[in-house]
T-cell receptor, first 112, second 112 residues
Framework: AQSVTQPDIHITVSEGASLELRCNYS??????LFWYVQSPGQGLQLLLK??????LVQGIKGFEAEFKRSQSSFNLRKPSLHWSDAAEYFC??????????FGKGTSLLVTP | DSGVTQTPKHLITATGQRVTLRCSPR?????VYWYQQSLDQGLQFLIH???????AKGNILERFSAQQFPDLHSELNLSSLELGDSALYFC???????????FGEGSRLTVL
């Protein structure tokens, strides 16, 4: 069965520290991969996406993600967090023309 | 601003009632997706329409229905509402077959 797993439900990181959020998927074929961010009371905003090619992709707000086919993973990283990065982060996977399948999300708290 | 508009933003109603949620996709987007977000289930795909035709169904209850009109706006109808239907309902749209979705800010439904 197709699935997306975000192992970390809550993460607390100090401002200025680095971040890595994990995402693993199980799909029959290599899907398209996405990270979305949701701030309180807001919709989901696309951070970055991977379709093919270079396995390290850059996104908005200083985020990047690396696709590792052998591990079926698409982990999100940021070298230095800002307090405004506190939000809910969702990994999503899908195939062309189909709805995205979302992970349960990781809630990020950034402490001073 | 994603360009996707959802109304109403908030809705409070009673069990057994019926409500309609409205979505206007980004200009030019032919696909509309509906998702339900709740604390326990996360983001669940409900239904996908493409240019007026139903393309795929996800975890949509029989009490729920949707349609997409010739002007491409979509409506999600929820009937015989139960307490458990309280959730945030998102509409998303896309233009290309890349899986990239643009989300509205959601309609928060509270069933009392």
């Amino acid at each position: 069965a197709q699935s997306v797993t975000q192992p970390d439900i809550h993460i607390t990181v100090s401002e200025g520290a680095s971040l890595e959020l994990r995402c693993n998927y199980s799909y029959g074929a290599t899907p398209y991969l996405f990270w979305y961010v949701q701030s309180p009371g807001q919709g989901l905003q696309l951070l970055l996406k991977y379709f093919s090619g270079d396995t390290l992709v850059q996104g908005i707000k200083g985020f990047e993600a690396e696709f590792k086919r052998s591990q079926s993973s698409f982990n999100l990283r940021k070298p230095s967090l800002h307090w405004s990065d506190a939000a809910e982060y969702f990994c999503a996977v899908g195939l062309s023309g189909y709805a995205l399948n979302f992970g349960k999300g990781t809630s990020l708290l950034v402490t001073p | 601003d994603s360009g996707v508009t959802q109304t109403p933003k908030h809705l409070i109603t009673a069990t057994g009632q019926r409500v309609t949620l409205r979505c206007s996709p980004r200009s030019g987007d032919l696909s509309v997706y509906w998702y339900q977000q709740s604390l326990d289930q996360g983001l669940q795909f409900l239904i996908h329409y493409y240019n007026g035709e139903e393309r795929a169904k996800g975890n949509i209850l029989e009490r729920f229905s949707a349609q997409q009109f010739p002007d491409l706006h979509s409506e999600l109808n929820l009937s015989s509402l139960e307490l458990g239907d309280s959730a945030l309902y998102f509409c998303a749209s896309s233009r290309e077959n890349t899986g990239e979705l643009f989300f509205g800010e959601g309609s928060r439904l509270t069933v009392l």
